[in-house]
């Protein structure tokens, strides 16, 4: 390939702004030292990741997930759980008999709130002071 336009790449990543997030992850790739899989023929990274593209040297997928990686910032790692946390688990979802279930006897804590009847809720609202005129707000 002598060279490499958008055309021959868009039927690989069909959107043209993918295309380039992908193209320009590669070629940074490849300037911090990572193989390349196509001749370079004298030509400059960007051209690389491209031809690298069209060809179907790099799956797109596997780009977009390497790009996604390496933008995140907070990567979450699951723990194993405790073994006694693992044991509480499996006992309550295989619906065991020891698993301690509210008996009838025992009830939930009741919430209250505080209630105010609207004669309250009203004065309560009258003696509420508006805030001062602004010519900022």
């Not at 790449?9 to 993918?18: A, G, H, Q, S, Y």
């Not at 723990?79 to 006897?105: L, N």
Request: charged fraction near 35%; aromatic fraction near 2%.
């Amino acid at each position: 390939m002598a060279r490499v336009t958008v055309e021959d790449c868009i039927d690989k990543v069909p959107n043209r702004f993918e295309l380039v997030l992908l193209s320009s992850h590669r070629s940074r790739q490849i300037s911090a030292g990572s193989a390349i899989s196509v001749d370079r023929d004298n030509d400059k990274n960007p051209v690389v990741a491209l031809r690298e593209i069209a060809d179907e040297q790099l799956s797109p997928g596997d780009l977009k997930e390497d790009l996604i990686h390496s933008l995140q910032k907070h990567v979450e790692v699951d723990e194993p759980e405790d073994e006694m946390e693992m044991a509480e688990t499996e006992t309550i979802v295989a619906g065991d008999a020891t698993a301690e279930q509210p008996t009838e006897t025992e009830e939930a804590p009741q919430i209250t709130f505080d209630s105010l009847s609207e004669d309250e809720l009203l004065a309560g609202i009258q003696g509420l002071v508006p805030p001062e005129r602004n010519d900022e707000f």
